[in-house]
């Protein structure tokens, strides 16, 4: 069963130049124990999407359903089962945690506002979690500026753990982990997985993290989503223009051999009032007149849906 | 890019840094014995763990170290000859921006959030190139949509961006200074690798048209290889290994740095779990007699746990702070 599903979900921004469309008519399902890698242009929207799926923020318009039932304007109850439900895991440990508030203190906020302990159960409970993402326990009592960047992301970990989620949004968990730390939290989060049965959508712009630890991979630009398959598939045998210049791109450690780069030109797009049509238009080597129609997702092979006109001749399908 | 690094003049020495900070009653050592050489033209990627001291070794550098926290710094870090460390605040404050400039790791730190992004950018503009406020915010536009951002967001504020843009924002305010010797802390962990790919270009172009000097603290070892020409891999405090770019990457010499390479998810393989080095990092406000590293090397002996090595020579520019490496020859 799809433990989320969201169909055409839209997040508008005003600002003083016009609406900003960061999140433009986005439907995606994900099944219990799965992990939706979620890639892109930086600003394509991909972390205005995780916390509108997680009610951080508003939807425009749009459905959002949740095990099944229909979460888009929940009820203040069913509110409070989402917070506890649905956690995220956010991409700059500076600024998501609270400098006045210990490591602990930290970590035992969530578990207070619950209710769900008793408070002599609560500072155990917390050495529990900082245990499980691997936080020393000499940092107890620190603040959040005198951990590195690292045991901060530990920290925003543990806490999103803290009520033992069935969704949680990973927005950049590992962006400044170095790769051993990396390592060990990408393993922490599939042990968790299996163990717990837990789902994800992974935000990172690290292409083999998100090869690593995904099922599905769905790529966006410019607010919309202009392909998704499962993991394997999109590596082997990307179709969308996008998706093809964002693969060129991946550096690797191999100082001898060097991708051939596919370079992105034209105008950058701006996401403000948006004309119709293929946003990537304007940057993409094969676009033509055709292209300011509006394109929805088709599936080109089975389980694979992309979103261009021109898909099938530029692939030879 | 390669450089004939070597016949060009010193631009900065690093000599014996050392910074500890006072953290709830206890000394963390966070740079212990840091030294190194940076020519014009040069690029030095800065790589190593979480909390190995990156970041404060370019704090260093800047002369920005927390007041309150920083309980001691000793070492000389000549700049064009001169010892920053001795220097005055108002001879740093001429220094900063326009001959060094840092891209900070945490954007949000940088940025004034009740100025727009276009207001920023065009401040330093016109502070370093003595334009007009119409000129600057012609050229603060222009330095946006180099790093990607349309020009229809110039009057935003920074809580307006996404996390990528941001990042951009900040190094389109320190390349539009010129320096000659800029310092990135993780400059493009928050963006895609297209628009990282553009932004590393720019630094390159940077150093091609201007001989900017660059350090490039990253986690990413493939950001390394694309853009350095020098690697110092960092481990509590300390310099492990060093070397230019081929010497470091096709022969990791210290048990860390193989570590490293072996922690990285491959593009091309299939494995179930990734793997991390064993244990963690010595807790730097007790670190150990020997090794820093003993107590998760493989090859540790009780000579290494008794014993704390230099930097050794071994081949080239080739510098490795292992008592096996040195052993073996
Ligand atoms: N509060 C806001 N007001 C106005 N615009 C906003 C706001 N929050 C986000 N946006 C805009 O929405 C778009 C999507 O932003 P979002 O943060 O979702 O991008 P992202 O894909 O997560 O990018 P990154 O990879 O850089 O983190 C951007 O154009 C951004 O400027
Ligand atoms: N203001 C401070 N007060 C106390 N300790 C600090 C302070 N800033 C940094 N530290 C400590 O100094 C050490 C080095 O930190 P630094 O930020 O330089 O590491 P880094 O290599 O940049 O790490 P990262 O890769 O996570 O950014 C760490 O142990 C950190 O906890
Ligand atoms: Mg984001
Ligand atoms: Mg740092």
């Not at chain 2, 001795?86 to 945490?106: A, P, T």
């Not at chain 2, 951002?149 to 900040?170: A, L, W």
């Not at chain 2, 660059?214 to 493939?222: M, P, Q, R, S, V």
Request: charged letters at 25%; hydrophobic letters at 35%; aromatic letters at 6%.
């Amino acid at each position: 069963m799809a433990l989320l599903e969201v169909e055409h979900l839209k997040k508008y921004f005003p600002t003083s130049r016009g609406v900003v469309h960061a999140v433009d008519d986005v439907s995606f399902s994900i099944e219990k124990g799965k992990t939706m890698g979620l890639v892109g242009e930086s600003g394509c929207g991909k972390s205005t999407l995780g916390r509108t799926v997680i009610h951080l923020l508003d939807s425009t318009d749009g459905v959002i359903r949740f095990e099944g039932e229909d979460v888009t304007h929940p009820d203040k109850p069913t509110m409070h089962k989402l917070r506890e439900q649905m956690q995220i895991i956010f991409q700059d440990p500076y600024s998501s945690l609270n400098p006045r508030l210990t490591i602990q203190e930290t970590i035992m906020e969530p578990l207070q506002l619950s209710k769900r302990f008793d408070k002599t159960q609560l500072p155990k409970e917390a050495e529990r979690l900082m245990d499980l993402a691997g936080i020393e326990k000499r940092f107890r009592n620190a603040y959040p500026h005198e951990l590195d960047g690292g045991r901060r992301q530990r920290v925003g970990i543990a806490r999103a753990l803290a009520l033992m989620p069935k969704f949680i949004v990973c927005d950049e968990p590992v962006s400044a982990l170095d790769v051993s730390i990396q390592a060990q939290i990408l393993n922490l989060l599939m042990d968790l997985q299996e163990e717990y049965g837990l789902t994800y959508i992974f935000v990172t712009h690290d292409l083999s993290v998100v090869r690593h630890i995904s099922t599905d991979i769905c790529v966006m630009y410019l607010g919309q989503m202009v392909e998704t398959c499962p993991t394997k598939e999109l590596f082997a045998h990307p179709l969308h223009p996008y998706t093809k210049a964002l693969l060129s791109a991946i550096l690797t450690v191999d100082i001898h051999h060097k991708n051939e780069r596919i370079l992105l030109k034209g105008e950058i797009n701006s996401p403000i009032n948006p004309k119709p049509g293929c946003r990537f238009a304007q940057r993409c080597p094969y676009a033509t007149e055709e292209c300011h129609q509006p394109i929805p997702l088709q599936e080109v092979t089975p389980g694979h849906f992309v979103a261009c006109c021109h898909v099938k001749d530029i692939n030879n399908l | 890019m390669k450089n004939e690094t070597t016949n060009n003049e010193l631009l900065l020495s690093v000599q014996d840094l050392e910074v500890d900070y006072s953290s709830g009653g206890s000394t963390v050592c966070a740079v212990n014995g840091v030294s190194f050489d940076l020519h014009q033209g040069e690029s030095l990627g800065l790589v190593g763990e979480t909390g190995a001291g990156k970041t404060t070794i370019a704090k260093s550098i800047m002369q920005i170290l927390p007041d309150h926290a920083t309980k001691r710094v000793a070492g000389e870090i000549f700049f064009k000859n001169q010892d920053l460390m001795q220097m005055k605040e108002k001879e740093l404050q001429n220094i900063r921006g326009s001959q060094i400039s840092m891209v900070f790791q945490d954007p949000m730190t940088a940025l004034n959030p009740v100025m727009t992004v276009g207001e920023q950018i065009a401040e330093g503009i016109r502070h370093h190139q003595h334009l007009d406020k119409a000129h600057a915010k012609q050229a603060a536009i222009k330095m946006l949509e180099t790093v990607g951002i349309s020009r229809d967001r110039i009057d935003e504020y920074p809580h307006q961006f996404s996390g990528g843009m941001k990042q951009r924002v900040v190094i389109a305010i320190a390349l539009a200074c010129n320096p000659e010797l800029l310092i990135a802390d993780e400059p493009t962990t928050a963006l895609d690798v297209t628009i990282q790919a553009q932004v590393l270009d720019l630094i390159k172009e940077l150093r091609r048209q201007k001989g900017t000097s660059l350090i490039l603290i990253t986690h990413d070892l493939g950001v390394v290889a694309d853009t350095c020409d020098k690697v110092a891999v960092v481990y509590a405090g300390e310099i492990v290994e060093i070397g230019s770019l081929e010497e470091v990457f096709d022969h990791p010499s210290h048990p860390y740095t193989k570590g490293l390479f072996g922690a990285i998810p491959d593009m091309y393989k299939d494995v179930a779990r990734l793997s991390p080095i064993d244990g963690l990092p010595p807790n730097p406000t007790e670190l150990p007699e020997g090794c820093y590293f003993a107590d998760r090397c493989p090859h540790a002996t009780e000579e290494c746990r008794a014993r704390h090595c230099q930097l050794e020579h071994i081949t080239g520019t080739h510098y490795v702070r292992c008592l096996k490496t040195e052993q073996e020859g």
